[in-house]
Each structure stands twice: as structure tokens, then as C-alpha cells.
């Protein structure tokens, strides 16, 4: 009976890893295929990787992918930071409104926040790279409030008055204090911010404007124009970024649930 | 002038009503601990006094200095927290070292500083070990030494041993009283623990919704409760209600029993304490009034008897052990019968109404 479980149990989680997975090992393989077809396997080849770096519009679209990433993940993590401690601070009934108010970017269909953001920047500034890295941070700041949110709720409130007791001036007693121990959950967000911003589409696809294209635009647009086997080399090489990133945040994590345990 | 000094302080949390009035002296250099049920406005008052809180009216000094609205980072006077509160990331010589380097001192004197408070609270050595590596009697101590190396006129001390158990918190309760003799400085002391306030201090207050409602000293307090909340929060009691006939007579469930007291007026209604070790049993008959054992129970040093009078049941403490069911009588001798005006005034009233 228990083997029967246990064997249940198993083939269960291949399926599911099988249907997580196939269709990135699908495009993992094809980034090695000598073959221009989709469907013939001609040999090994790192062919497509060479080619990437000269390929113009892909590097183009790299480097605004990267300037977006970091400039919005870098202001979402200020502003995600300094809007956790206020919250931490309000009234409880201030601060379940605006941890409500923080959750609608959260839960709003992706679409909707593109095209509401979209016609907010048409109407008061015109689409470009700046619109884009707005939108960014406008869905990166919630990840970051609730990166820190919870270091600032387990941590006991007297640390800051004892500082304060012990001669400490607000800021002092902030930076010497509280910093110190919020540092492993802005880490955590402002690396959840990367991430988000790097694999979104659907939101910086309505508020781009012409002309400008990161990583998953541009690839949604050659994509349709035919096919390019370098672009199955990128998007692996974009899926792995991701997965290492995810790995380090639930590394962090893990790591931390550790610390405090003991 | 007072060393320090609450003039007429009121507090209120969410407009409900914390402190109101409260008018304090503390004596410089002397053991004063603030004792009362939780929300009685004991803490409010600490917070108050360390900087934490601004009251909504009144005025707090500090060596005739008014220093109602200096921020805590300025007063000369520090806390140990209810939960330590020490800084997690820091190590303990850094915990110690963190208001020394405010005040810019040299690092040779701050070094001596550590020493001499490790030294202090018995954990010499312990400089470089991490917070989480000590024990919760161990942190307590380390809160202590960090507060202390500051040289505070006053030291604010929130139920500091609230997290121990038993015999550490005793033991703590002598360190305590040994660390105030060498420091000779004022030490404010938060408590709800009736016991713990009786073996340290030399002035209790005794507080409940936000009034104070004695100051004395801790034999003051015990022996002569001036009205029916302290007595019962202080120890156990036997509280009745009596009338008192004249001077050095009083009566209570129908019977009249000299006493000491003077003062009251004729036919005045009072409370009557009497403790519980205070009581004497005896034959039927040989006392002022007779009962009947209805339980008893031992608890270490002494049984604790209840002893039922017609419909009022007397606690009783005696080193003997009597059967249940036994018929005794009971005696007190003058002196050890409390009288206690009745509340006069309506909170007053309140405070009574809520203990019972």
C-alpha cells in the first residue's frame, strides 16, 4: 500500500515537472540545433550563441533592457523601503488601507495596468524609455514593500527607543539600527524588482512608445517575423538568468528562516 | 525642589484617559518602584520620564529643570527595556559601546567602560560573543550594563525580570539592589509583581487607572493599606466591611473588636483588613467568633485555611494543619486590624467596583 503511495506520489510530480518544464527544454535544445528547421535535429552547434553579440537589434535591446531594469528597480527599492517604514509606523487602520492600495498593482490584470498606464503617459508625457521605466517601477514597489515589510514587523519597536534612550538622534538611531537589520529584505526586493522588470511584456509593451524595444519585445516581434534560432539562445539565456535569480532569493530565504530558528 | 518631579500630568492614548493629574516627587538616589495591574499607567509614566511619551498636559523636572518636551536622546537618564532590546547585528562589547560613541569617548576609556560594566553584572569575558549565544537572565544583564555605562542620573528599569523564571528573577532581585548600592543613583522600577516590589524598593507606588494610590514605604504599604485596592493587591487580605463604633473599637459581621485606630469619628463606615497570617485559631468559643474549616490546602511554608463565619469565609494562614470540617474560633489582636476610610470620591468608587 505504501509503495503504491509513495510510486503515486512520484509520477505525479514528474508529470508536473514535466508540464513546467518540456517546453523550456524544447527551446533549450533548439538553441543548440545546427538546423534552421523547427523540427529536424542537425547536430550540436553554439553557432547561435556566437552570433548573439552581433547581432544589433538584439544587443540594442539588451542594453535597454538593462538601463530599464536597474534605474526602476533602483527607485522602486527607495521608494518600496521608505514606504514600508511609514506604513509600519501608521495607525493599524492607515495601514491596512495602504497595504491594500499596495496589493491593486498586484492583483490588476497586467493588461489593464499597460493600458491604463499607457494613456496616463500619452496624455502628460510622451512614450519612450522613461515611461517604461515608470511603469516598472509602479509594479516593482509592492514586491519591495513586502520584502520589508516583515524585517521591520519582527523586529522589536524598543530597538529604535533604546537607541534613542542611549543618545541616538532619530537618524543615527535609524541608520546604526533599524538599516542593519531591513538590509536582507531590501536585498530580497530589490532583487524581486529585477526580476519582474526583466521578464514583463504585456505592461512595457503598451507604455514603449515606438522604436524602443527591451528583451521580451523585441523578441515578441521577430518572433513574428520568422524564425531566428538566435533568439532561442537568448530567451535560454534569459531563462537561466531568471532561474538563478530566484534561486539566490529563495537561498537568501531559506538562509534567513535558518538564522532565525536558532 | 524635587530630583524629580511629575507636575499635573495627564496622558491619553485614543481618547482614552491613561494619567490624569498625576503629581509625583522622587527623592534623588533613592529605589522607588511603580507597581499596579497592567493599564494602570505605571509604564505610561516610565515612558513619560525617559522621553518616549509627551504628555498631553502638565509638566515633568528633572532637578528643577523642566524637561517635559526634551527628546529622549538628550535626558541623562536611560532605560532597560521589557524585552532587552538589545541590537541584534551588534556584538556586546558594541551593545555597551553604542552611547559611549555618541559621546565621543576615546576608545581606551570606552574599552575600560565595557570591562568594568561586564565586571559589574558578573559576565566578564563576554565582550565578543554574539547576542543570541546568551540566555534571556544573560541579555537582562547585558541590558543593564549597556544603560549603565552611560553614567545616567536616573535609570528607568520596565519589568526588566517580567521574562525570567523564579529563581533567576531572585536572584536578579539582589543583583539589582547591589548594583543600585554601588552605582548610587536613582532607580524608577515598573512592576505588577507585588513581591518583587516589596523586597527592593524603598518607596512603592501603587497605582490603578492611571491614580496613584499610596506612596510609602514597602512596610507601610503592606501593614497599613490606606484603602481596599491596596490592601488586596498587596498580598492577600481578608477585606469586610465594618462600622466604627468609636475610637479603638470597631464592628464588623455583628460582632465589635477593640483595634488601634483613632481618628474616624462614631458610627462611621469603614473596611476592616486583616491579613491572612494575621489571623490566630483556637478553641470554640476562646475568640471573638467561631467557624468552621471548609478547605485546606498546603502551600509550602504555611496551609492556607478558609474558615466559614455564618455566609463570610475568612482566608486564614497558619503553620498548623486543622481538618476540615474542625469547628474553631477566631482571634486578632488589636494591632494587626486595619481600618481604611470608605472611597469617598466617585473614581474612588470606580477603582473599588472594578477589583472586585
Redesign the interface.
Known amino acids: 500500500m505504501k509503495k503504491i503511495k509513495t510510486a503515486t506520489s512520484a509520477i505525479y510530480m514528474a508529470i508536473i515537472f514535466l508540464f513546467l518544464y518540456a517546453p523550456i527544454f524544447v527551446l533549450i535544445v533548439l538553441s543548440f540545433n545546427d538546423s534552421m528547421s523547427r523540427t529536424v535535429w542537425g547536430g550540436f552547434t553554439l553557432q547561435w550563441y556566437a552570433n548573439l553579440p552581433f547581432n544589433d537589434t538584439i544587443m540594442d535591446a539588451l542594453f535597454t533592457t538593462l538601463r530599464i531594469t536597474i534605474c526602476s528597480s533602483l527607485l522602486a527599492t527607495v521608494l518600496g523601503t521608505s514606504a514600508a517604514v511609514g506604513i509600519h509606523h501608521m495607525k493599524k487602520h492607515h495601514a491596512a488601507i495602504m497595504l491594500g492600495a499596495t496589493n491593486i498593482p498586484l492583483l490588476n490584470a497586467d493588461i489593464v495596468t499597460g493600458i491604463s498606464l499607457m494613456l496616463l503617459f500619452t496624455r502628460f508625457t510622451s512614450l519612450g524609455e522613461f515611461s517604461v521605466v515608470l511603469a516598472h517601477i509602479t509594479f516593482s514597489v509592492p514586491y519591495v514593500i513586502f520584502n520589508v515589510l516583515p524585517r521591520l514587523q519582527s523586529m ?1 519597536d ?2 529604535f ?10 537618524a ?2 535609524f541608520y ?2 533599524i538599516w ?2 531591513l538590509i536582507p529584505g531590501v536585498l530580497s526586493g530589490f532583487l524581486m524588482a529585477v526580476t519582474m522588470s526583466l521578464d514583463d511584456f504585456t505592461i512595457t509593451y503598451f507604455t514603449k512608445g515606438a522604436g524602443v524595444n527591451t528583451l521580451s519585445t523585441m523578441l515578441y516581434t521577430e518572433l513574428r517575423k520568422g524564425i531566428q534560432p538566435e533568439l532561442y539562445a537568448l530567451s535560454t539565456l534569459l531563462f537561466l538568468l531568471a532561474f538563478v535569480m530566484l534561486l539566490i532569493i529563495n537561498f537568501k530565504s531559506r538562509n534567513q528562516e535558518v538564522k532565525n530558528e ?1 | 525642589m524635587e530630583f524629580i518631579q511629575f507636575d499635573k500630568v495627564s496622558k491619553s492614548y485614543d481618547g482614552q484617559l491613561i494619567l490624569d493629574e498625576l503629581d509625583l516627587n522622587v527623592k534623588e538616589n533613592s529605589f522607588v518602584t511603580l507597581l499596579g495591574p497592567s493599564g494602570c499607567g505605571k509604564t505610561t509614566t516610565l515612558r513619560l520620564l ?3 511619551e509627551k504628555p498631553d498636559s502638565g509638566n515633568i523636572y528633572l532637578n528643577g529643570t523642566d524637561i517635559t518636551l526634551l ?4 535626558r541623562p ?3 532597560v ?3 532587552y ?5 551588534m556584538t556586546i562589547a558594541e551593545n555597551i559601546a ?2 559611549l560613541k ?2 565621543k569617548k576615546s576608545q581606551d576609556y570606552i574599552n575600560d567602560k565595557i570591562k568594568y560594566a561586564l565586571k559589574l553584572v558578573n559576565l566578564d569575558g563576554f565582550e565578543n560573543r554574539d547576542i ?1 549565544s546568551l540566555s534571556g537572565g544573560q541579555q537582562q544583564r547585558i541590558a543593564i550594563a ?2 549603565i555605562v ?1 553614567e545616567p542620573k536616573v535609570l528607568l528599569l520596565d519589568e526588566p525580570l517580567g521574562a525570567l523564571d523564579l529563581k533567576l528573577r531572585q536572584s536578579m532581585q539582589y543583583e539589582l539592589m547591589k548594583l543600585k548600592q554601588e552605582l548610587g543613583i536613582t532607580f524608577i522600577y515598573v512592576t505588577h509583581d507585588q513581591e518583587e516590589a516589596l523586597t527592593m524598593s524603598d518607596t512603592i507606588v501603587v497605582m490603578n487607572q492611571g491614580y496613584i494610590q499610596q506612596i510609602g514605604t514597602p512596610e507601610d504599604i503592606y501593614n497599613e493599606p490606606e484603602n481596599a485596592f491596596v490592601a488586596d493587591f498587596i498580598g492577600e487580605s481578608n477585606i469586610i466591611e465594618g462600622i466604627m463604633i468609636k475610637d479603638e473599637l470597631v464592628q464588623f459581621l455583628g460582632v465589635q473588636v477593640p483595634c488601634v485606630d483613632k481618628g474616624f469619628g462614631n458610627m462611621k463606615p469603614v473596611d476592616v483588613v486583616i491579613r491572612p497570617e494575621d489571623v490566630e485559631l483556637d478553641q470554640p468559643g476562646k475568640g471573638f467568633m467561631d467557624g468552621i474549616i471548609t478547605g485546606c490546602i498546603f502551600k509550602g511554608v504555611h496551609y492556607e485555611l478558609d474558615v466559614q463565619c455564618g455566609n463570610w469565609e475568612w482566608m486564614v494562614h497558619t503553620t498548623k494543619y486543622f481538618e476540615v470540617g474542625q469547628q474553631v474560633s477566631l482571634n486578632v489582636i488589636p494591632f494587626n486590624i486595619q481600618i481604611m476610610n470608605k472611597p469617598a470620591s466617585e473614581d474612588e468608587e470606580v477603582l473599588k467596583e472594578d477589583d472586585k
Open positions: 522589536s524598543s530597538c527607543e533604546a537607541a534613542m534612550d542611549l543618545g541616538a538622534s532619530p543615527y538611531a546604526k539600527v542593519p537589520e536558532n | 525617559g522621553g518616549f527628546p529622549a536622546n538628550l537618564i536611560n532605560t527595556f521589557q524585552k532590546a538589545l541590537f541584534p547585528h553604542f552611547g555618541i559621546q543570541d549597556r544603560a552611560n
